[in-house]
């Protein structure tokens, strides 16, 4: 009798410890609330659900510590890239600026033509400058001097490809490709910025920035 005694005090108890877990610790009740039915399912459970909400603490928090590793070696990553990326800009920026100075000299004088090269260096220029701030770039001058003459200059060299006729917008385009009617039935749809705006909208926000 005194066994069956000790193993009713046993089983109650881990009932209570469960119901007590399921009311202010288990993470999936949102509400802190328990209810009859559940104070009762805990107690005929007994040591079976009080294994169960161990079990259940142990992989929640399991999870939890993972989740926190992850996000910390994840920002712990991009500040490394962040870091690397603005110790090459501040490596690179000086020597590529003067070689496309020279460039730009060069050009001015006649002596060498826009081509689709300058301007993926603006480009690369460019990318220096969105990791760096205003006081990290020594030649804040010709800088300046470089991303304005490349907005100046990045119209006329694109406007050839702004002016080449969009196939499906003619009549005649669309009856030869076998799509009568086509043109006329398709809705008109907002059209994508040009590489030329795309690039001068970035070479604007840098002059504006280091401005």
């Not at 069956?4 to 802190?32: E, K, M, R």
């Not at 142990?58 to 939890?64: C, F, I, L, V």
């Not at 990290?136 to 003459?149: A, Q």
């Amino acid at each position: 009798m005194e066994f069956l005694f000790y193993l009713f005090l046993f089983w109650i108890t881990c009932g209570v410890i469960t119901f007590i877990y399921a009311v202010f610790f288990d993470p999936h009740n949102t509400t802190g609330e328990g209810g009859t039915d559940a104070f009762l399912g805990s107690l005929i459970g007994g040591p079976f659900f009080l294994i169960m909400a161990i079990r259940e603490h142990g992989e929640s928090k399991r999870w939890q510590e993972n989740y926190e590793k992850a996000e910390r070696e994840r920002k712990e990553k991009a500040a490394a890239t962040r870091k690397k990326k603005k110790q090459e800009a501040q490596k690179n920026l000086p020597n590529d600026l003067k070689e496309i100075n020279k460039i730009i000299l060069s050009i001015e004088s006649g002596e060498e033509t826009l081509s689709e090269e300058f301007f993926n260096s603006i480009e690369k220029i460019c990318g220096y400058c969105s990791t760096l701030t205003k006081k990290s770039v020594d030649d804040l001058e010709l800088l300046l001097t470089v991303l304005k003459f490349a907005r100046k200059s990045v119209g006329d060299f694109y406007k050839k490809d702004s002016e080449k006729p969009v196939e499906g917008g003619n009549p005649k385009i669309a009856t030869a490709s076998g799509v009568v009617g086509a043109s006329s039935k398709r809705k008109s749809s907002k059209p994508k910025p040009s590489k030329s705006d795309k690039l001068l909208k970035t070479i604007n926000s840098q002059i504006k920035k280091y401005s």
